[in-house]
T-cell receptor, first 115, second 112 residues
C-alpha cells in the first residue's frame, strides 16, 4: 500500500458532463501530482501542486483543472468530457518540492469511462 | 485485469531465471531515474532509483544499471518469480525539474 488514496475507483459518465476526482496524499507529503494513463499514450504528466500552490503544468487540457486544499488533499476536475478523456487518472505524492531524489508514490487510480 | 497498453514489448522468462528489462532515454540532461512496477488494476509501484552520478545500484533481488554514454538504463531481476509479472516503466527526471517523464513500458511474463 503506497499510502496514497484515490476516490472513486471507477467513474462512468456521459459526454459533456463534469466529474471530480479526489486524492489524499501520503501522510507528510506536500507535493501532489496528477497523471493520465491511456492505452495509446502511456503515463502523461498533467499537473503538480506543492503545499497548496501550483508548481508545474504538463499536458493538461483547459477543460481540466486541479487544486490542493489546506489539508493537502487534491481534486482534479474534468469538464465538458469527451470520449477521448476515458483513461486511468493517477495521483502521486512525494515529500519534496521536486521529484528529483524524491520518488513519487502512486495511488491505485480512478478509471474514468466516458460514454 | 486491465491492460496498460496494447502494444507493449513483452519479455517472457522462466520462473527462477534472471530478467533484464531495458530502457533508453534521449535527454542527456536527465539526472535521476526510477523504475516502477505496475500490476493489473494498480498504480505504479516504486522499485528502485539511481542518480546520474552512479552506474549501479542494488536492492533486494533488483539491480539498476545506468550507462550515460549510450543513454541506457536496465533493471535486472534475480530469480524471477510469478509475482514479478507486471508492466515495468522507467522514468527520468530532467534537470531537477518537477515532473517525471515515463517510458512506454515493458510487460514481463513469468512462465511457471
Amino acid at each position: 500500500d503506497s499510502g496514497v488514496t484515490q476516490t472513486p475507483k471507477h467513474l462512468i459518465t456521459a459526454t459533456g458532463q463534469r466529474v471530480t476526482l479526489r486524492c489524499s496524499p501520503r501522510s507528510g507529503d506536500l507535493s501532489v501530482y496528477w497523471y493520465q494513463q491511456s492505452l495509446d499514450q502511456g503515463l502523461q504528466f498533467l499537473i503538480q501542486y506543492y503545499n497548496g500552490e501550483e508548481r508545474a503544468k504538463g499536458n493538461i487540457l483547459e477543460r481540466f483543472s486541479a487544486q490542493q486544499f489546506p489539508d493537502l488533499h487534491s481534486e482534479l476536475n474534468l469538464s465538458s468530457l469527451e470520449l477521448g478523456d476515458s483513461a486511468l487518472y493517477f495521483c502521486a505524492s512525494s515529500g519534496g518540492l521536486s521529484s528529483y531524489n524524491s520518488p513519487l508514490h502512486f495511488g491505485n487510480g480512478t478509471r474514468l469511462t466516458v460514454t | 485485469g486491465e491492460s496498460v497498453g496494447l502494444h507493449l514489448p513483452t519479455l517472457s522468462v522462466q520462473e527462477g531465471d534472471n530478467s533484464i528489462i531495458n530502457c533508453a532515454y534521449s535527454n542527456s540532461a536527465s539526472d535521476y531515474f526510477i523504475w516502477y512496477k505496475q500490476e493489473s488494476g494498480k498504480g505504479p509501484q516504486f522499485i528502485i532509483d539511481i542518480r546520474s552520478n552512479m552506474d549501479k545500484r542494488q536492492g533486494q533481488r533488483v539491480t539498476v544499471l545506468l550507462n550515460k554514454t549510450v543513454k541506457h538504463l536496465s533493471l535486472q531481476i534475480a530469480a524471477t518469480q510469478p509475482g514479478d509479472s507486471a508492466v515495468y516503466f522507467c522514468a527520468e527526471n530532467r534537470d531537477s525539474s518537477y515532473k517525471l517523464i515515463f517510458g512506454s513500458g515493458t510487460r514481463l511474463l513469468v512462465r511457471p
